[in-house]
């Protein structure tokens, strides 16, 4: 049916030969005729070329004329066929468009359908997997979705199993841990008090020593005084009897002193008498005059010293 309609639109659309009165067969004999014409300065050659061109020229407007006519014969025709291509194709749309509406709903229908059992997949799948979370089981969403019913209720049912033994594991477990912190919690206490106990008597025999220690400190104070004091009075003896012994021994050095005094004067005037014999010799050589001089001036010393610690 379909290729019968477009062979029946190929035949109505099929273009037909244009057709004028002037044949090909007309046109070439003009051509053999007019065209070896030549008018070479010949006035009778002349006009059977003006006679030529005019029956040429008279046939082109005629033949242009009636093309003409031809043409609006056309376009007429091109108006009818474009008004009735538009109406019929109006028709085949709306036909098409109520064929495309029903293959969308039939779409539409068979993709809700899909969705809606990908969805109660989904919902079976998710399912399946909510129910091993909770007992803590996990399993790839392909392999969950690929069990069989019985398959599934036999790994649910393994894994429950062993969920209630890791449940009770760590009840027993944390029974025991809270066990062993409350005991570490009566140790600790217990530690505490040991502990504070330790530090009453550690502060009771910190204050006994520091008392002790006092008292060990004031004794050795009291003992250092009296040393001190004791050593202040030896000192003072000591200091006394040396002064004592400076002032007896001073009197003695000053009656000594006294008494070499007088001897001393006795040196000063012998040695002042043998300065005034040696001043009566006369020198008559330079250096006997120089030795001379030094042996009056160490004597000039000796006297001076003599005087001087004398008076001293």
Request: no cysteine; charged share 40%; net charge neutral.
């Amino acid at each position: 049916m379909e290729n019968t309609e477009t062979l029946e639109v190929a035949n109505f659309f099929h273009p037909q030969v244009v057709k004028l009165n002037v044949s090909d067969i007309h046109i070439k004999k003009l051509k053999d005729e007019i065209l070896p014409l030549k008018i070479n300065g010949d006035k009778e050659m002349f006009a059977k070329v003006y006679e030529g061109r005019q029956r040429v020229k008279k046939l082109r407007t005629h033949l242009v004329r009636y093309a003409d006519g031809l043409k609006e014969q056309a376009l007429a025709w091109q108006r009818k066929v474009n008004a009735e291509k538009n109406r019929v194709v109006k028709e085949l749309d709306a036909i098409e468009d109520y064929l495309q509406k029903e293959e969308d709903a039939y779409n539409a229908e068979k993709q809700r359908i899909s969705d809606e059992k990908k969805r109660m997949e989904d919902e079976r799948v998710q399912e399946r997997i909510n129910k091993l979370s909770s007992v803590d089981y996990r399993l790839d969403y392909v392999v969950v979705k690929a069990l069989t019913d019985a398959a599934f209720d036999k790994v649910l049912a393994d894994a429950h199993l062993k969920f209630e033994e890791a449940k009770a594991a760590k009840a027993a477990k944390e029974e025991a841990d809270l066990a062993a912190q409350l005991k570490l919690r009566n140790d600790q206490v217990e530690l505490e008090e040991k502990r504070k106990e330790l530090r009453r008597v550690e502060f009771e025999l910190t204050a006994e020593k520091i008392r002790l220690e006092g008292l060990e400190a004031e004794r050795l104070r009291l003992e250092n005084e009296e040393k001190i004091r004791a050593d202040e009075a030896e000192k003072t003896r000591v200091r006394l009897e040396n002064e004592k012994k400076q002032k007896e021994a001073d009197e003695a050095e000053k009656l000594a002193l006294a008494s070499d005094t007088v001897k001393l004067k006795k040196i000063n005037e012998s040695i002042t008498n043998t300065m005034d014999s040696i001043l009566a010799f006369e020198m008559k050589s330079k250096k006997a005059r120089l030795i001379t001089e030094d042996v009056i001036n160490y004597l000039q010393s000796a006297i001076d010293l003599t005087k001087h610690k004398t008076n001293g």
